[in-house]
């Protein structure tokens, strides 16, 4: 049972363009929502997140939109660069867990950005 | 460089041993979380201690076990190895309910 999913396994977009990776969950108890970058024979490194309770959160060229009565979220890149190329990682929590906060996390997209 | 730190990087061994992966988490966090990354697969948590204590599970087979210890380091035990558990494995660490920092995996080989 897959509860976080990563539908592109890819995308390639234009250096300066928007990059635009899309996350779907089914489970409604999860409350946070980050993304995680990995580059080949590293750890993820953490991103951006957000709590359930926002739509939208900001980080620079970073941007995560939560829309929860679709269960989506996206991560936008702009502009994009070719150093954002690498893995992206979407990840769930629950605080309701009562067990902890474990992470669920997707498949991933592999992002080129080609200069 | 998240501050978490794993050893070995590189693991080699055969199937039926043993392997001990170990963990440092980054300086201040409780917690300390377990990941297994197989070939072509997303991150499959396996295991969560806070502060010496198990607190969550995930799908960690029987023949794996962890602990953490006073000085927060952890330790993820493989025994009976099969081909099937050649992975890269990840600790991860945080504050309890903040974002979880990576280190640079453990990358094991059953041969």
């Known amino acids: 049972d897959q509860q976080v999913k990563q539908n592109s396994p890819s995308l390639s977009v234009q250096e300066g363009r928007i990059s635009i990776l899309n996350c779907d969950y089914t489970n409604s108890m999860f409350d946070y929502f980050l993304w995680y970058k990995k580059y080949p024979a590293e750890g993820p490194t953490f991103l951006i997140s957000i709590s359930s309770i926002k739509d939208k959160n900001e980080d620079g060229r970073f941007t995560v939109f939560l829309n929860k009565s679709a269960k989506h979220l996206s991560l936008h890149i702009v502009p994009s660069q070719p150093g954002d190329s690498a893995v992206y990682f979407c990840?769930?929590?629950?605080?309701?867990?009562?067990?902890?906060?474990?992470?669920?996390f997707g498949e991933g997209t592999q992002l080129t950005v080609n200069p | 460089d998240s501050g978490v730190t794993q050893t070995p990087k590189h693991l080699i061994t055969a199937t039926g041993q043993r392997v001990t992966l170990r963990c440092s988490p980054r300086s201040g966090d409780l917690s300390v979380y377990w990941y297994q990354q197989s070939l072509d697969q997303g991150l499959q948590f396996l295991i969560q201690y806070y502060n010496g204590e198990e607190r969550a599970k995930g799908n960690i087979l029987e023949r794996f076990s962890a602990q953490q210890f006073p000085d927060l380091h952890s330790e993820l035990n493989l025994s009976s190895l099969e081909l099937g558990d050649s992975a890269l494995y990840f600790c991860a660490s945080s504050v309890y309910r903040d974002e979880q920092f990576f280190g640079p995996g453990t990358r094991l080989t059953v041969l």
């Open positions: 990840a769930a929590s629950a605080t309701r867990w009562a067990s902890g906060s474990r992470l669920t």
